[in-house]
């Protein structure tokens, strides 16, 4: 017995240390295949770094850097490709644990970085939308806390400075992350989710009649005045203990209330009446406009219609996006998440068009779209249509937890693919994004700052943070020599503008004649299409700069940026 008892020890002994040597060598060479053996390996079969990225051989959330710019971009990776996606821009709201600043983000159809911003917290559901006529790109911004915000609502106009500011009515309501649409009649619909007493006794486990929940509410605000128009709470129609949500802590205590209902989307429809999603109760519904009575529910406990589907068209769950597609047609569209941990109802989740007969109260599935890696998002998610420039209907889908954004024929086909992350990194949410839309159509001119010219390792750097109107930079030196009054700008170089940073050369940095002072002063002209200056950027100061006697050229070993675009002499003739 004691033998037996001592071998076992001594084996397990063993095989803890061997385990252990085998883990910690397994680590290494990973490590060690990282390192080396990746970049060499990509380099020789260009084929290998889309799956290698996936595998987080990159890292879960590889990012690109920039000289000139002092934010990173997601380095994303196009898992499948067809030309009719590469038009439009991307609006994105990266956040997670991988995430070093989690504000907006504008990319191009390839990925490539067009506008990111740190100037505000936690940032969802960037879009454009139109207010009286005109374009502005709207988001949330405020503290995340778990599946909940606490913020306003930003509208930018093309110049990306904020021009309204929307916030919740009410004593100690705040705008909640998950909804901000505006109306054709110049309002917005928004979510809160105020935390409140309601009785739980219906839920059990000795909870109480003054139980704490977190209510879903919903308000329609005039944009201009500010002043409420309509709400809507969820704890005046429906009990906490008919969610399909568990948490066998929540409602007992004020820290940990009870998120029953959880309100997701709303969408105003041509009747007046509110078409609202609700998360934890696996149902779509409207709200009479006037009376806030549920007039019709699709999915869930309270299922009112008859599915031609076999159950498909009602058995979504844990769902987001909610939208009349064609309303007239009773067409909706939503994104079925599946999956709420530690609820898995279905494999994977799906973007979904379901058609409504009002009169013979049925429902149908009509069309389903699914990611190429089968993704199953535990939250977010969105699907928007999307009308491409030859005017082709296609649909545009945001996998929301898992990091990822596609394009679908309406047929459901898969044609472009995109991800932000790591796809292994999925399961972890290590990067999300709230929704996903794309935009055929973005100007955007920034007023608040310049295009910015920056030098590393012999070249010159520029971009402009946001500008979507520049087509080529025009790059400057101008030769001021302390005795001399004025210096006049040379055009030195031009270049197309190649993706978000665009560099010049600076093999040669004096003037033509031989034995010329190098440039004193760059600065870079941002041009349109036609060639007009847009914008100067910033100017760089040449400080020191050698001769490079075998290349006959200057090389810049020293140099300043300046804040503005003008050119303060006296305080720098000095320095030659
Ligand atoms: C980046 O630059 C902007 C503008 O100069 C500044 O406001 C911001 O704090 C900087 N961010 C970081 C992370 O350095
Ligand atoms: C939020 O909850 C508080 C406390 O119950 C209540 O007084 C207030 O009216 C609620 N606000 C909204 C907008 O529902």
Redesign the pocket.
Known sequence: MTNMLLLDRRRIFWITIISGIAIAGFILLLFILQLLLVPVLVYIFPGLEAPFYDLALFGAYRTQDYVSFNLTSPQTSTVRWDDSCDQGYIFLDPSGPAVGHRGPLIVDAQGGLIWTSDQFQTTTNLKVQTYRGKEFMTFWSGQKAKTMGTGSYYMMDDTYRVVHKVDAV????HGDLHEFKITSEGTALLT?Y?K??ADLTGMGWFRSDHGWIV?S?FQEVDIATGALLF?W?ASDHFSAADSYMTNPFGGYTEGIPFDFFHINSIEKDRNGNYLISSRHFHSVMTIDGQTGEVLWQLGGRSDEFEDLSDGKASDFSWQHDARWLDEEEGILSLFDNGYAWPHYNAPYSQGLFIKIDFEAQTAELTQSFVSSGHALSSSQGSVQPVLTEEGEEHVFIGWGSSAAFGEFTMEGELLCETHFAASSSFWWERVKSYRAFKMLYWSGTPALWDPSAAISDGKLYVSWNGATEVAYWELHGTVIVPEQEQGQWQDVDVAEKDGFETSFSLQTVSGEEEGARPYTYFRVAALDAERNLIRYSNIIITIAALWHYRKRSWKIVDWRQMAQNTIDRTKYQKLW
């Open positions: 009410g004593d100690g309501a809160v105020n409140t007493q209510d509410v709400q709470k």
